[in-house]
């Protein structure tokens, strides 16, 4: 096959890297565009005479020492790649070869090395395929392949210790030797400034460990997660994030992870300069709970909401009407009224919540975002709407329902 | 740099003009190339003139676009020495009033090239306007497909954005040497639009193969090439 006799050429060569054997798919997707059409012509061209090898030959001018900015950026690479893997949903099935021969390493998405006990944390979505199955924990959901040495990449099988749907994270396992696990360096998102350097590595269209460099665009972004939820606090950079990117982290100039790459603004599907981030200070708080509990416990009321097409019907234009309300729950004791059958069989509507903490909700989605946004035994003001009257209920948050 | 990249442009003479006037030609398919020597080389890719070097009627002329000494800017007509498709490079020759009007680019090697180092993609769509896109090193060894469906194999890895207008032109490292020719960028089928995942053709290859390009007009496609050449002797040591 011609990857195996092109491995073999490049063997001789100080290495154009011997990949690991079973990590090679094609270009499935995706294109490179040229201008051309097959089939080409044969060699028409005659050649010059007038000139000799020797001739044509240009000199290689040296260089020297790159400069330091860019040195810094080569070396905080080096360091950081082998905290980065390529994790691939063992459920979905392979692309297919559409470009000839050429091969790329399969990877649907990037893991990050949390720490020496070989957890990898990802995004929710990478592995969203295997976790819509219902595998359970401690079953293998995915492969995941560590760069052993440049170009060299070892796979594992990866077992899911916990997934979050809300945050969009999840954390896998690997059994791996010690040596072989790099876990990135955490830092902090609560100090970012907008237009400080910024990296990403990744593995867009299945380029594993591709580096790309931009600033950091925009904070506190609302993204709009591929599993469907609004995240809060996103980081918005505009270093080339594509597909395959997801999962993989985002460094600051001094190698610290401030960031998981999460999601692309685009029309395209590819990057337009615009891609978000999930701030480390939430993942920080995140996976310890998914590694020790394996989901993680969030603040809410302990009741149903319409989604907004029986909203709708119901006439419910703004805010989120109360459906059901759990009778031992705070929210029962605080008064909170749920939507009922009258006597005469007619629907009574319930509550409608129009604004936690004087922030106005519009949609089920923003009001699971505002109530998470706090912890468990908070208490909050709820403004309602019950009737054509308003007023507030103070309530204590526990876990939600979902 | 800026005299050393020019402009390659097709010309289509209308079939219904009986006598050869390339002033009536239409312009068609541009893309970039840079001089290589002082005998009036210039390199491209293979697919900036492919149309072209399939044509049999006789009726396309390819033109290369530089600026003159003077900051005039100059056309010539260039003739094919030279071609590749399997590794996407094509070699063109100009005839020059003098040869102080060539500016053969400097050129670097692309083995000692660091993922994370800035890189400059330079082209020259017009003849007189450059456009500068940068970035970094992405990946190095990438492998990319050639307009001949084999594989080309080293290219380097870019997010300097790399599109019609820069493609065959040089890619440039901080010392103003040339590492690569931009060559292709990753698009999702059907939205033409870059992607930030774009490649180079390394520029070791290329010193290889263009010298042979040029005195016997085509090189084989087998691997010797490449297995003499290829591949940065990095030491990424384990932290």
Redesign the interface.
């Known amino acids: 096959m ?1 990857a195996l ?2 491995r073999a ?2 063997e ?6 011997a990949r690991a054997v079973n990590s090679r798919r094609a ?1 499935g ?10 089939p ?2 044969p ?11 020797e ?7 040296p ?2 020492d ?2 330091p900015s ?1 040195e810094r ?7 950081n ?2 905290s980065v893997v390529n994790v691939f949903d063992t459920t979905l099935k392979p692309e297919l070869n559409l ?6 390493p399969e990877g649907n998405g990037t893991g990050i090395v949390w720490d020496k006990d070989g957890h990898i944390v990802t995004n929710y979505h990478v592995i969203g395929s295997a976790l819509s199955k219902g595998l359970g924990k401690k079953k293998p959901v995915a492969r995941v392949s560590l760069l052993v ?3 060299v990449q070892k796979t594992f099988q990866a077992t899911l210790v916990g997934a979050d749907k809300t945050k969009d994270l999840a954390v896998l396992k690997i059994d791996a030797p010690e040596a072989l696990l ?1 876990p990135i360096s955490v830092g902090k998102s609560s100090n970012l400034k907008v237009g400080q350097r910024c ?1 990403a590595i990744g593995n ?2 299945g ?7 931009g600033v950091v665009s925009g904070l506190n972004r609302d993204i709009n997660s591929q599993t469907g939820v609004i995240i809060g606090g996103g980081i918005q950079t505009d ?4 597909p395959g990117n997801s999962g993989g982290p985002l460094l600051n100039s001094e190698g610290k992870l401030i960031g998981i790459n999460a999601a692309i603004f685009t029309r ?6 615009i891609g978000f981030a999930i701030p480390v200070d939430a993942v920080s708080r995140v996976v310890p709970q998914l590694i020790k509990y394996g989901k993680i416990m969030h603040a809410g009321l302990k009741i149903q909401v319409a989604p907004d097409i029986v909203a709708k019907q119901l006439n419910v234009k703004k805010g989120s009407l109360v459906l059901s309300v759990l009778p031992s729950s705070t929210a029962a004791k605080a008064g909170l009224v749920a939507t009922r059958r009258g006597i005469a069989g007619n629907i009574l509507l319930g509550d409608v919540i129009l604004a936690v903490d004087n922030l106005s909700i519009k949609n089920p989605p923003e009001l699971a975002k505002a109530l998470d946004d706090h912890e468990i035994g908070d208490r909050v003001v709820l403004k309602v709407q019950r009737d054509d009257k308003v007023f507030d209920i103070h309530v204590e948050l526990e876990e939600s329902l979902n | 740099t800026t005299r050393s990249v020019v402009a390659i442009q097709d010309l289509d003479l209308s079939s219904n003009v009986a006598a050869v006037d390339m002033d009536d030609g239409e312009i068609q398919g541009i893309g970039s190339g840079f001089v290589w020597d002082r005998f009036g080389h210039i390199v491209t890719n293979y697919h900036v003139i492919s149309k072209i070097a399939k044509d049999t009627s006789g009726k396309k002329q390819i033109k290369v676009v530089l600026l003159g000494l003077n900051g005039d800017v100059d056309s010539y007509n260039a003739a094919i020495i030279g071609l590749d498709a399997s590794r996407d490079l094509a070699v063109l020759k100009i005839e020059v009033p003098e040869s102080s009007v060539l500016r053969p680019a400097v050129i670097g090697s692309s083995k000692d090239l660091r993922v994370g180092q800035n890189c400059y993609a330079i082209g020259n769509p017009y003849g007189y306007e450059h456009i500068l896109t940068t970035g970094v090193v992405s990946g190095l060894c990438r492998q990319i497909p050639s307009p001949s469906g084999k594989p080309i194999f080293g290219a380097i890895q870019t997010d300097a954005s790399i599109n019609a207008g820069n493609s065959g032109g040089p890619l440039l490292d901080s010392f103003g040497r040339v590492i690569g020719i931009n060559t292709a960028t990753f698009t999702r089928r059907g939205s033409g639009t870059s992607s930030g995942v774009n490649f180079a053709v390394a520029i070791d290859l290329v010193r290889q193969v263009v010298p042979h390009l040029i005195v016997e007009g085509a090189v084989s496609s087998s691997r010797s090439v490449e297995r003499g050449v290829l591949g940065p002797p990095r030491y990424l040591s384990l932290p």
């Open positions: 011609r006799a092109a050429a490049c001789n060569a100080s290495h154009c890297h270009v997707a995706g294109m490179l565009i040229f201008g051309f059409s097959l080409t012509l060699a028409l061209a005659l050649g010059d005479s007038t000139v000799t090898l001739d044509v030959t240009p000199p290689v001018a260089r020297g790159l400069p860019e950026i080569a070396k905080l690479f080096e360091n790649t082998f470009t000839g021969s050429v091969e790329v040495e440049d170009g790099h990296l867009p269209f380029f594993d460990h591709t580096l790309t460099v270093a080339a994030i594509n395209t599907g590819t990057s337009a300069g």
